[in-house]
């Protein structure tokens, strides 16, 4: 229950609001500010209509995901179940973080016992399993953060098996998440170029998103706390540009709501010389 009030107190723009609790059946409910969609869903329909904003629309959620684990920080929380599904976007196109089922209060900075979403974890997570209560820090978001916003990028998880298909079987994660081999992989798709389908041109993915995705992706010992993330370029061009996405996104989420695509490929090209 202390938990719970510490996670009552965290009133951010970037993350879901509790309003209150109750307690059902010797469980406590939590009662949560009504979100639209999952940054899944977002991603899914954006790389169906159009490649033109992908760079645009992954800074912003980066921006956003940056704040809102700054703040956590401060309040001695760590989150540690970052990725797609746990962002969340409301109908005025506001980027949240929520979920904070598997968050833990930090005790002199450092987070024990294994939880959070296989796929998303750093290598030094993926090989806790052999001691579990091996303590470990914010780092460990900021990694998820980086294979959330590659996830973006790509439209679907990044990693594949050797095989090339699916990782259906996760005691497969630890011989594949390693620091080498994404950053590899980042490099593989970064140096490959990707149709847009509105316009038929060609686009990169921006080097400030790269610098920023590979440092995310850097081993434990030299892995940037948000200290350093916000002094990244990255960060700094998502400043820049928030205020016309104060404008795009609740717009787009409309259309997305509605299953509009039509009218979002139009939305998309109508904004586009607010952003050149």
């Not at 900075?109 to 399993?129: I, K, N």
Request: charged share 25%; with cysteine.
């Amino acid at each position: 229950m202390t938990e719970i009030e510490t996670l009552k107190q965290l009133t951010h723009p970037n993350i879901v609001r509790i309003h209150g609790t109750f307690e059902l059946q010797d469980e406590y409910v939590l009662c949560m500010e009504c979100m639209e969609m999952s940054l899944t869903r977002f991603y899914n329909v954006m790389h169906d209509v159009s490649g033109i904003f992908l760079d645009i629309f992954t800074t912003a959620i980066g921006y956003a995901i940056i704040n809102a684990l700054n703040f956590c920080k401060a309040m001695n929380i760590m989150h540690r179940d970052v990725k797609p599904d746990n962002i969340l976007i409301n109908r005025e196109g506001h980027i949240k973080l929520g979920d904070f089922g598997e968050s833990r209060i930090l005790k002199e900075s450092l987070a024990l016992t294994f939880v959070g979403t296989l796929r998303y974890l750093p290598p030094e997570r993926l090989t806790q399993s052999e001691d579990p209560e091996a303590p470990y820090d914010i780092r460990s978001d900021v990694w998820s953060l980086g294979m959330t916003l590659f996830e973006c990028m790509v439209g679907k998880y990044p990693v594949l098996g050797r095989d090339g298909e699916d990782i259906t079987d996760v005691m497969k994660l630890p011989q594949l998440i390693k620091v080498e081999l994404i950053q590899q992989l980042l490099n593989n798709f970064i140096h490959s170029k990707s149709k847009d389908l509105l316009t038929g041109s060609q686009f990169l993915f921006r080097n400030y998103i790269k610098a920023f995705i590979s440092q995310c992706f850097s081993d434990i010992k030299s892995r940037p706390k948000y200290k350093v993330l916000v002094e990244t370029l990255f960060y700094k061009n998502a400043e820049m540009t928030k205020e016309g996405m104060t404008y795009l996104m609740p717009d787009c989420v409309k259309c997305i709501i509605n299953n509009n695509l039509e009218e979002l490929k139009q939305c998309l090209i109508d904004h586009l010389k607010y952003f050149q």
